[in-house]
Protein backbone atom coordinates (compact mmCIF):
# COMPACT_ATOMS: atom_id res chain seq x y z
CA UNK A 1 0.00 0.00 0.00
CA UNK A 2 2.65 2.41 0.93
CA UNK A 3 4.58 2.18 -2.91
CA UNK A 4 0.62 2.34 -4.20
CA UNK A 5 -0.10 5.90 -2.08
CA UNK A 6 3.20 7.12 -2.83
CA UNK A 7 3.17 6.51 -6.15
CA UNK A 8 -0.46 8.16 -6.56
CA UNK A 9 0.56 10.93 -4.10
CA UNK A 10 -2.20 10.53 -1.89
CA UNK A 11 0.07 12.65 0.80
CA UNK A 12 -2.49 11.92 3.75
CA UNK A 13 -2.93 7.95 3.48
CA UNK A 14 0.77 7.89 3.01
CA UNK A 15 1.85 9.43 6.30
CA UNK A 16 -1.12 7.28 8.17
CA UNK A 17 0.56 4.15 6.57
CA UNK A 18 3.94 4.91 7.16
CA UNK A 19 2.99 5.87 10.84
CA UNK A 20 1.51 2.59 11.05
CA UNK A 21 5.05 0.83 9.99
CA UNK A 22 6.73 3.19 12.85
CA UNK A 23 4.42 1.98 15.53
CA UNK A 24 4.74 -1.21 14.72
CA UNK A 25 8.45 -1.57 14.54
CA UNK A 26 9.68 1.05 17.25
CA UNK A 27 11.26 -0.24 20.39
CA UNK A 28 11.79 -3.75 18.39
CA UNK A 29 14.79 -5.48 18.03
CA UNK A 30 17.16 -5.86 15.15
CA UNK A 31 15.98 -9.45 14.49
CA UNK A 32 12.40 -8.23 14.64
CA UNK A 33 12.89 -5.64 12.02
CA UNK A 34 14.40 -7.85 10.01
CA UNK A 35 12.08 -10.28 9.81
CA UNK A 36 9.55 -7.83 9.17
CA UNK A 37 10.91 -6.58 6.17
CA UNK A 38 12.42 -9.95 5.50
CA UNK A 39 15.65 -8.46 5.67
CA UNK A 40 18.16 -11.02 5.38
CA UNK A 41 21.44 -10.56 8.10
CA UNK A 42 24.55 -10.05 5.90
CA UNK A 43 27.18 -8.77 8.77
CA UNK A 44 29.26 -12.01 10.41
CA UNK A 45 28.88 -12.38 14.05
CA UNK A 46 32.26 -10.46 14.70
CA UNK A 47 30.79 -7.15 12.79
CA UNK A 48 27.64 -7.55 14.29
CA UNK A 49 29.16 -7.78 17.47
CA UNK A 50 31.40 -4.88 16.74
CA UNK A 51 28.31 -2.73 15.77
CA UNK A 52 26.42 -3.81 18.66
CA UNK A 53 29.51 -2.06 20.97
CA UNK A 54 30.22 0.60 19.16
CA UNK A 55 26.07 1.86 18.84
CA UNK A 56 25.20 0.22 22.35
CA UNK A 57 22.86 3.34 22.90
CA UNK A 58 20.82 2.03 20.07
CA UNK A 59 19.90 -1.12 21.92
CA UNK A 60 18.39 0.27 25.38
CA UNK A 61 15.02 0.12 26.15
CA UNK A 62 13.92 -2.42 23.02
CA UNK A 63 11.57 -5.02 23.38
CA UNK A 64 12.36 -7.94 23.78
CA UNK A 65 10.65 -10.36 20.59
Request: charged content about 30%.
Amino acid sequence: MIPVANYLEIKDLLDVLNQAVADRIENKSVEYVRGFFGIDNDFTAEEEAALRQEHAWAYEGVDED
